[in-house]
């Protein structure tokens, strides 16, 4: 079955640590998007990637960082600049960033400070 | 900037009965428009989207949405709503070109559907 894959379901981040969410799609899609979801708020862009190699900051993007050695990952990191971490984090995946179909969705990861 | 408004952050309606989700927008040009839903601690799943064409578009679960240029608004709607519908719902639009192919979000609409 194609999809997206994101790992750890829950993790936990101490102060002054920089922790990394995977996300993993099987869809052979070009373009990957970050999420950040806050209750009340809906999804917010952090980052989003166009194809292999390249990627663009969204409207929160301080405070982390992304990386797109794969074309079928699309890891986030979220760094100890990132003040206010906690938060459920969402990656998508799209054909290609023209595509007029929907963005297809991870089952998302949960952060939180300990 | 493009943006989308869900005006009520919560829709209680009894099993059976018809259920609308607002949604209003704004974007440069022609909008491409989707709905999706939330279940706790889950991605989104598509509901539907308007790209062109007839303004009502079906979609999965029996939902359906109207799209009307004028009022820019694209509303959920459901003829008889079931309790498995309860969930969070959210709108979002994107342009044609440029930044504006971004996906913008509304804020989520959390739907209750009473037994």
């Known amino acids: 079955d194609g999809g997206i894959t994101q790992s750890p379901k829950y993790l936990f981040r101490k102060e002054g640590q920089n922790v990394t969410l995977s996300c993993e799609q099987n869809?052979?899609?070009?373009?990957m998007y970050w999420y950040r979801q806050d209750p009340g708020q809906g999804l917010r862009l952090i980052y989003y990637?166009?194809?292999?190699?390249?990627?663009q900051k969204g409207d929160i993007a301080e405070g982390y960082s992304v990386s797109r050695e794969k074309k079928e990952s699309f890891p986030l990191t979220v760094t100890s600049a990132q003040k206010n971490p906690t938060a459920f984090y969402l990656c998508?995946?799209?054909?290609?960033?023209?595509?007029?179909?929907?963005?297809?969705f991870g089952d998302g990861t949960r952060l939180s400070i300990l | 900037a493009q943006s989308v408004a869900q005006p009520e952050d919560q829709v209680n309606v009894a099993e059976g009965n018809p259920l609308t989700v607002k949604c209003t927008y704004s974007v440069s040009g022609n909008p491409y428009l989707f709905w999706y839903v939330q279940y706790p601690n889950r991605g989104l799943q598509f509901l539907l989207k308007y790209i062109t064409g007839d303004n009502l578009v079906k979609g999965s679960y029996g939902f359906e949405a109207e799209f009307n240029k004028s009022q820019t608004s694209f509303h959920l709607k459901k003829p008889s709503a079931l309790v498995s519908d309860s969930a969070l719902y959210f709108c979002a639009v994107r342009g044609a070109s440029g930044s504006a192919r971004q996906l913008t979000f509304g804020s989520g609409t959390q739907l209750t559907v009473l037994p």
């Open positions: 869809l052979n899609h070009d373009a």
């Open positions: 998508a995946s799209l054909r290609d960033i023209t595509s007029n179909q929907p963005q297809h």
């Open positions: 990637s166009q194809i292999v190699n390249d990627f």
